[in-house]
């Protein structure tokens, strides 16, 4: 492999690996590598590694064929194969290597792993508490992100700051004039040169962008961009934003213009992250392992941080149902909008505009939300615990300790499990267990006589149908009163329209109980 010549460092607009637009994927992949932690990323290891994600379902190709058989060894021909055409990247030679490199950049910049080729492979104690799932993914997000440098042995640029904390300060300093910033002054932001948030203030007074072309014009003449419009106008600010939200930080709201806000729910949090110093030295700006080590420290003082605002995450999380009707209310929200709005998810199109920024897997709890609200709001409490921002639009899933959506009065408890996984490996091992322990070992309602539990994917695999049916029969021959049943995501909608769910739920259990003790005689 030919040595990379350096070349001098620039000016150069923020921008994360665009081939992962949504952050959420990255706590797939880190589970999926964590097995490889200590192994050395030489060739052996890594065609192991990403052909270890193709057989689990994190990564996939229509030209190499995947079931619950599959092994590593199987595939490892067509891996290298399918993979020979990439260029060398990151200093991984080219083929499979730097596909490794694709899914490893953003969380290497973000501290999460140490990932150099020829060198062993390390997670983030972070990394492991986002994976074990003590944190959730906002936390992990927010708490890499006050640590984080522009300049640094990933991105060989001369902006030399931390662009997070420099934006928070931006929105901040707007929010206390009584505005908001606009996504094509964002996209302006995201040139920053220093990281002074008062500077840029100026400068965005001074200039006014009506679009996207105002924009890139502008960025073109200030700061001598010559990248396509499309990359430095959508695709760059598009995950950049996409990190700005998973982290909690802001909230979009659409005013005529798209415009960006702090999430008002996580002020004091902010301030408070915002308070905790964070210095990188030059060395660690320039080595890899100097790097990861000192983005790996202070987690001490960011966790006590993080612990200390999860109980307002609570509070926020009991009074959502009000926020649900809300939400119904402010944008005119009826059976047939919800049912079309979750038709819609995955295709791109987007009934209600205010809520297109919302990343997919979330949206559908957020509308299943909506959808059991509208029909058994008067009836029960609906509780949905993803985290949220103040205008009441998710951001972060629930904690893993945590159901998806809880439906409750003084009689029943009913919890909600909704994916989008479609692979049959991922839904069998990542959705089933965890959500029987949520409906079972779940403080609050452990007194609770009647249990009910509906399972919500787009398509319900054989295996997974056969582990809640063992559910039932575990649970029925130990005298619990639990009713179970996994639904597709149209079955699910069309029995809650029809206002069914628990009739439903229970005529389901006990045709699989009736089923088993004919069996059994």
Do not use: C
């Not at 609906?382 to 205008?391: E, G, L, S």
């Not at 959500?435 to 787009?458: C, G, Q, W």
């Amino acid at each position: 492999m030919k040595k990379r010549i350096k070349r001098k460092p620039t000016y150069k607009q923020m921008a994360f690996e665009t081939a992962v637009r949504n952050p959420e994927r990255y706590i797939g992949l880190l589970s999926a590598v964590k097995d490889f932690e200590g192994e050395i990323l030489n060739d052996e290891t890594l065609l192991k590694i990403v052909s270890h994600l193709y057989v689990i379902g994190e990564v996939s190709s229509p030209e190499i064929e995947v079931n619950e058989q599959t092994t590593i060894d199987d595939i490892s021909e067509q891996v290298e194969f399918v993979n020979s055409t990439r260029r060398a990247d990151g200093g991984f030679p080219q083929g499979y290597a730097s596909r490794f490199w694709t899914y490893m950049r953003t969380p290497s910049e973000l501290g999460f792993v140490y990932a150099q080729y020829g060198e062993k492979f390390q997670l983030s104690e972070i990394a492991k508490k986002l994976i074990k799932g003590e944190i959730d993914e906002q936390e992990a997000f927010s708490i890499q992100a006050m640590k984080y440098n522009r300049k640094s042995p990933y991105r060989n640029v001369s902006n030399d700051f931390n662009f997070f904390r420099f934006i928070l300060k931006l929105l901040l300093k707007l929010r206390e004039k009584g505005s908001s910033l606009s996504y094509e002054q964002f996209i302006v932001a995201s040139f920053s040169k220093d990281g002074d948030a008062d500077k840029m203030i100026k400068m965005l007074k001074n200039n006014k962008f009506k679009d996207f072309s105002d924009a890139y014009k502008f960025v073109k003449k200030e700061y001598g961009a010559t990248t396509s419009q499309n990359t430095i106008t959508k695709d760059y600010p598009d995950v950049v934003r996409r990190v700005l939200i998973i982290s909690g930080f802001i909230t979009i709201r659409y005013s005529g213009k798209k415009l960006i806000q702090i999430n008002e729910n996580k002020l004091n949090y902010i301030n408070d992250l915002l308070n905790t110093d964070f210095q990188i030295t030059e060395t660690e700006k320039t080595e890899a392992k100097s790097y990861f080590t000192k983005l790996n420290t202070k987690n001490t003082e960011f966790l006590k941080i993080a612990e200390k605002y999860r109980k307002e995450d609570v509070i926020i999380a009991n009074e959502y149902t009000n926020k649900l009707f809300s939400i119904i209310k402010d944008y005119e929200i009826d059976e047939k909008i919800i049912s079309e709005s979750i038709e819609k998810i995955g295709t791109r199109k987007h009934i209600i505009e205010e809520f297109k920024e919302i990343p997919e897997p979330l949206k559908l709890e957020f509308y299943i939300s909506i959808l059991i609200a509208l029909k058994y709001g008067q009836d029960f409490v609906i509780r949905p615990n993803y985290k949220a921002d103040h205008i009441g639009k998710p951001y972060s899933h629930a904690p893993g300790n945590k159901g998806d959506i809880e439906v409750f009065s003084n009689a029943i408890y009913w919890l909600i499990e909704v994916t989008l996984i479609r692979n049959k490996t991922q839904q069998l091992n990542h959705e089933t267990t965890s959500v029987i322990r949520h409906l079972t070992t779940n403080e609050e309602f452990k007194n609770y006589i009647d249990k009910y539990l509906s399972f919500v994917a787009p398509v319900i695999h054989t295996d997974t149908r056969e582990f809640f049916d063992f559910s039932v029969i575990n649970h029925r021959t130990k005298d619990y009163k639990v009713s179970i049943k996994p639904y597709s995501i149209n079955e699910f909608v069309e029995t809650t329209l029809q206002k069914e769910n628990l009739s439903n739920m229970e005529k389901y259990t006990q045709n699989v109980f009736d089923n088993f003790k004919n069996k059994l005689n």
